[in-house]
């Protein structure tokens, strides 16, 4: 005999493909729905809002399904009840039974009202603060005795909603085959990047050694010097070579700009990592003269914070990079509060990293040769990513064209 | 007790790996050999030369062994007999053990001397004519009673050298990978297109339909109005599409040029090749004013030549199409005589036909975001191919503006 | 000041994704919709229905649009009219504004019914018999004198269904990744085919050189043998291989079969064509015995129909590969009826033209390692295609194994 | 006026291609060489032995390209001097003018003998300890006082040799492309493994969490079980996966064995994380009876040392996982002495972070589905890289299989 539950979805449910989607999940967990209700938004701006009832063969696969739809917004109708909470016995360890978030903007039922969760990320703990506020917490950070919520009862989570407006963003689809014109795209970018700076958002690049590799490195500190960047997170490899770039006029020991493709300056990169070691920082070798161009000087000159996760690969490392790599992500999810635009170029490491910790109103833009790597960092994390697979050098040069006679002051 | 036979190789074989692959051929096939002697040239520009003494267990073996040796420039020394020729005794087939021919320059020992092959082309069979001239013959061109050599008997090949001077070739290597600059190889490109050109060598484009989709026709329709592009190789799909683009703006129903990224126009293409199919040709089109611009026009208005090889996926196809595909190829190879310099742009299909029937001397470049097609192409058919992993579309946008301005006239 | 038409989708168009897709085409085209009304089915085996007045700012825009989204299978409410017929006046050329299909269920209203279209293929022309029977016709095989569709009026499209039941499509994606595991989806898509068989339906194998290349050559002709094949659709390349692997015991000179991965035999698969050329067809080579296993050689002898389809690229060719692609397409069509489930490995070429071909209700899979080329297929033509990236060698010998113990006779 | 230098090389310099390297470095500088003499080996195992003038216009491009030419074995005959040592004067910092190890054989001139470097890795400082032993010295483990050689005089590095006898190592070519049969390379593996072993050999396996995706996880813990992996080396995600599979059935969510696609369980493996901090560790999960098999319970179980080393993306992470990443690179050096074979297995990160530790002369073999990961590690440190291109699942099913009828006591 069937045991059913009603779950809501309220929202843009038809055209972000919300209501498909937990129909699917209903059937392909084997339970099945009956529509008890549906209302169509009439235009494109009006709200839509579905009831389904869902049955499944026995109480175990309906609990199980009901935590997997409400990761999606659709919420039990039935959930008056507040959101239970307990204490953390252990630091580092969250009670049995934790809720596991999602990046989508969640509200929490407790005495008696809705909550909303202030820094939505996914796969954390929810933890109740002592005034009532409710944060995401990774399970790293949890104190015991903190009080974490459990379960999914009195939890409602928002879906996404769709990009208003035109948008770059194309529909059922996250990516932007390799062969499509990539000029609209990276004027559609440079206008994004606008209007995010409009709106009072920052944009956060991400950024991998082929961009220095690439010969784009000249273009992207333009970037940081004009001011169209307000966070950069990358990793050793791409500061490395930055300075390398900068200093010796090689990256990985190939020459940036012109000349023959000798190879050459195998050690450059270590030579650079090693004196930045001796000025203790890459602000010490900016200031000491060291370092006199190039991405990370423009951000130290133009304060733009900076964080380098270390990696088990790196040679140095340079003094800058957290070597601890817990450290490193909580550094980031510090500079993220304000961020409405993330620039990911020919990074997969960092960038799937970034994408873990962004809540998923984030418009993401992923830029990589590479189809794989766009396809695996599209459709990760954030519900606005928009994958581009394309050479990065020629991108970022192209972006900043656009962008430059519009500089930001 | 085994047997042995001693094989000569002569030109840059220490620099061009010819050595160290023959060694490599000979271990593999599980044979073995001894160095008789050797020469290495003094600088290099100086050839070297080396005699081995192969030995196998069996004639069969050795006999195989010497065949693959053959193709990589190791003749046999002990071959002052003459080359065997048997008449061949139905049209469209080869006698029985013809010789297989590699695209490297090769001779053959008739009437005493050696008489040079003029076209050398690989997987043919080998023809003397009744002057006693020696030309490759495709399968299916060989008619009855044509004078087919048989054996490896009376051959001599030519290992390929190495291409001399500063060039993009890197060692051991025919890949530019994408993690590489890019404004270099478009430099070094379109220096190796004015030497050839200055060299009276013609310029052969093999073009696939992304040339187009990536916004690039118009960088190549410039190309081919300033003079660079003398032969012209592409399938129903690029000229249909570089048609719609100029006749519809669209290309497979995308907008080329800025607007929105809206889907429309689905049948674009199909009207387009219609309409061309209603005036006989494309030809007849540009002078009925139907087609005004493009890479196609371009190639009508200035007389350079082109062939279309159809493909079993075309629709239409266009009326200037070669439905029949072994007489496409035909018409490929009447256009190839000297071409000197070949570019593939993000082509399969027509570039590996076009590699199947160049000379081993002609320097091609190969153009595509996908790295397993560039190495696919690179690896084939010449020796001094270089694959370049990029985004098609700014590649001929940044070649065509290098070499824009010193159009040739 | 806007002109509006009111378009009616039905079907299962909510969980199929056609609603979303309208409203998205509508909005991308600078249009708007209001929906007028609609109707969600209870279950998932229930069909729906939408009623929507789109907008635009003129005439043209709203007219391109319609076609649009009839292709989508959103049709015209007010069109009672009759569909206009005109004739060609040429062959080989459709009248100027004919309907160009898709390979949805199409119907034609006619003396004031509606005709069903007999065999759905895209990019077509529609051509009324003189029975009133409508077919889609390919713009190369359209006589003067025809009665071609012109306009969209008098026209309904069936948008298309999700495939039914427990099924190995996923939701809103086409494509299995690379980081899958494959076991389900070889047990999965032998399912499908044992499905497909037990309704009647024909199953279609698309294949490409590779399948021989990595071995898998023997677990494709023991599904031949078995009777799991019903049509065959190949290159030169691949039957040149296949027999090639067989009679000589190489495929592209490597050995298939253990022993050294040895350089060798370059010229084996050209001696394997210029004996199967002398014997006049593959049958004669196989009654003759010279081909004594295989795919090919199974094909021969269960009388499975295949078609090779001829490209530029093609050594020799085999006797029975159509040299005019045309023919070669047509070919392949004539053998399309009653097909239910087409399997494409490590085809590119053949299997887009397949895909061209098909009608949408065909059930797809695409096998291939390369991401780009499994994205480019899935995403064409069939509506039910399954993209799987993954090495086809061992997927294809993992199938047989699935199939072999249930072989049909 | 040019200056010149002579350089030396000896060892399998033609077979293995490092005389080739070694022109094509001087001649890519712009530099030149004139052969001074030249000695080739008789037989595939004698070695050769090569003297070359360098000449450049200046010495500082001769000094540099030495340095380069030295990384390839080619040493200044002219070097009868000792090594230059200096003090480092701070922690983790080399002095300048350091010298930059390669991987290769190296020995040092000091007190008027050569002394061998103990342990060849790339990227690091020569410390000569107090006894006179010379090891490479990562710079963050540079302690002030320690005597480190700078400059290249007295330095001495021996060129890669091609691994001896039969070897699946393919000339000029360290990659297995996908179109090539995976059945004789899993064979020929195997058989490396098995060499390895007798030869009192460890082996290291590297792997990614897409072994465990693709269903290939019980198969890599049978190889562990049967005593075939000696060092595991990992990150938080394979172990996460390697354990939610075992505990939950899942990996990423999605079912390891049979039963639908269906999505479910995403938050499945913070679960299994949060439970393992619960215990403290993996091996205390395990002795609790959390943890019942998989490959990190059979790791626990054989007590084969296993070093997981974090990254930024982690979630948790699991507590055996190295959060400082400078210390699970020493952790990784720690266990390398004797490992004589590497199989990378579908890891990226992981697998470059050991590619920097290895000596050039462990056999490494690097499977994964993406050609661009194998080209790209393939390439790096070891000159006994063998990529293969394919997909991991079946390959360690097939290796598992291979070995399995062998095991080790």
Redesign the interface.
Known sequence: MAVTEVVEIEGHI????I???V???I????A????VD?H?????TDVSR?RLEVSADDDATLD??L??LQ?HGANRVAQQQHAEVVEAD?A???P?G?Y?TTNLPTAVRLAGHWTPVENPEM?CGLVVLGDGRVRTV???RVQAGDRVVIGTGGIRVTPPARPRG?S?F???SSEV????????IV??VAARIRLAREAGAKVLVVAG??VV???AGPCLARLVRDGWVDVLFA?NGFAAHDIESNVMGT?LG?P????????????NH??V???V??HGSIAAAVDAGYVTGGVMFECVRRQVPFVL?????????LPDV????????DA?RALLPGVGLALMLAS???A??TG?CLSSGVETFVVD????VV?KLADRGSHQALGV???V??FVS?LSEQLSSAART
Chains 1, 2, 3, 4 share one sequence.
């Open positions: 038809v055209d972000s493909l209501l498909a989607k129909m699917d999940i059937l392909a967990a084997g099945d729905y009956e529509v549906v169509i938004g009439k235009t494109n579905a199980a399904l935590v997997e990761a252990s580092g360890v969250l049995a934790f596991s796969d990774p399970v790293h035109a770059p194309e529909f059922m085959s390799s062969e499509k014109p990539k000029s609209h004027a559609e050694p082929a590799h690439t010969g990793g990256s190939v940036v700009e012109g000349g023959t493709s000798a190879e050459g300056g195998h050690a270590l030579r990592i090693n004196e070691r001796r996760g270390g990696s088990v690969r790196d040679d140095g490392p957290y070597a601890n790599v817990v450290e490193a992500a980031m997969t490491l960092h799937i990293a873990n040769i590479n189809q794989a396809t697979v394309t050479d050098g020629p192209a």
